[in-house]
């Protein structure tokens, strides 16, 4: 505001000062600048990449192959004389009995 009223002032002497004196002379104060308006500026949009994706690389996968069949095996024990699981342990070795019949999956009762 007080720049305004230095410069309002110094204008005023400045039309003293010429001999600006005569009847038909106007006064005025221009305050502003010039209406310039820059153009937009435009840029291309941004470009978004998505992070790289890392694999790592193991072995294959290893598949074995299990029989489909049971294990359609008699277990025998020779000195207790019975089969398996009447009989939970074997002091020799177990023998491995073929089943025969139409009830092959159980051992004979004892």
């Known amino acids: 505001m007080k720049k305004a009223a230095l410069l309002g002032l110094f204008a005023l002497g ?25 153009p937009p500026v435009y840029y291309p949009p941004p470009v978004y990449y998505s992070p790289p994706v890392y694999v790592e690389r193991t072995a294959p996968p290893v598949y ?9 095996y008699w277990y025998y024990c020779q000195e207790s004389k019975g ?14 009995v073929v089943p025969n019949g139409p009830g092959g999956n159980q051992p004979p009762p004892q």
């Not at 010429?18 to 010039?34: D, E, K, L």
């Not at 074995?64 to 359609?72: C, G, I, K, T």
């Not at 089969?83 to 491995?96: A, G, I, L, R, T």
Request: include cysteine.
């Open 14 to 38: 400045c039309m003293v000062a010429s001999g600006a004196s005569s009847a038909h002379t106007r006064f005025g104060v221009y305050i502003g600048g010039p209406l310039w308006i820059p």
């Open 64 to 72: 074995v192959e299990q029989s489909s069949a049971p294990d359609n």
């Open 83 to 96: 089969y398996y699981p009447y009989v939970q342990s074997c002091p020799s070795n177990w023998m491995k």
